[in-house]
């Protein structure tokens, strides 16, 4: 939550923006003060919206309220670093949502480690007609991942199960498969 906080200068007092006139008055200058200090958290944070409003160099507070903007949801418990680039990457993530590039890369976010994704679809040409079509008739999508510890097994599986739920879209069957380096899928 923000407020005012004590000592803090404002770059526009008021009482400089009245008449020459004024500038002799303790009370005036007493009066104006407060108000400045009430303002100055006000005038700075508009000085400084652009930052304010940029997932890399929002405030922490803001960041889960920037995230409502573009659509994604972020984890509090997460790095403050992943949760500013699952920000910052979101509206380029939405573009290509339901591919297998953008599957990929909100793995990629989500994780860290590159996936390996298989998918049952397929395009192909052929100059005979009544040829087979390639791919299969139900869609399916097999993202791996290969973890360096066995430690990060259940967590990652946990968090790539909600991704995918929310990624791929409904028609299509998903697995997940989770290694740790040097054996085999699980």
């Known amino acids: 939550m923000r407020g005012t906080l004590p000592g ?8 400089h923006q009245l008449p020459a006139v004024y ?17 100055a958290p006000v005038l700075l944070t508009l000085d400084n919206l652009p930052a304010h409003l940029h997932p890399r160099t929002a405030p922490e507070d803001l960041l889960a309220w920037l995230a ?16 500013r680039a699952v920000v910052a ?12 590039e953008g599957l990929a890369a909100a793995v990629r976010v989500e994780t860290g480690i590159e996936p390996e994704i298989i998918e049952s679809g397929a ?19 097999t ?9 990060a097994v259940a967590p990652t599986r ?8 929310a990624e791929v879209p409904a028609h299509v069957v998903y697995r997940v498969e989770v290694a740790v380096e040097g054996t085999g899928a699980s």
């Open 68 to 83: 409502e903007w573009v659509a994604v949801e972020v984890d509090p418990e997460r790095p403050v670093t992943q949760r």
């Open 8 to 15: 803090l200068p404002t770059a526009h007092p008021l009482l």
């Open 89 to 100: 990457s979101a509206v380029t993530r939405h573009r290509r949502r339901g591919t297998r």
């Open 123 to 141: 395009t192909d040409w052929s100059t005979e007609p009544g040829a087979p079509l390639p791919g299969s008739a139900r869609p399916w999508v």
């Open 158 to 165: 946990l968090r790539l199960e909600r991704l995918l739920a």
């Open 143 to 151: 993202v791996r991942l290969t973890v360096p510890d066995a430690e």
């Open 23 to 39: 500038l002799d008055h303790p009370f005036l200058e007493r009066f104006l003060s407060a108000l400045d200090e009430v303002l």
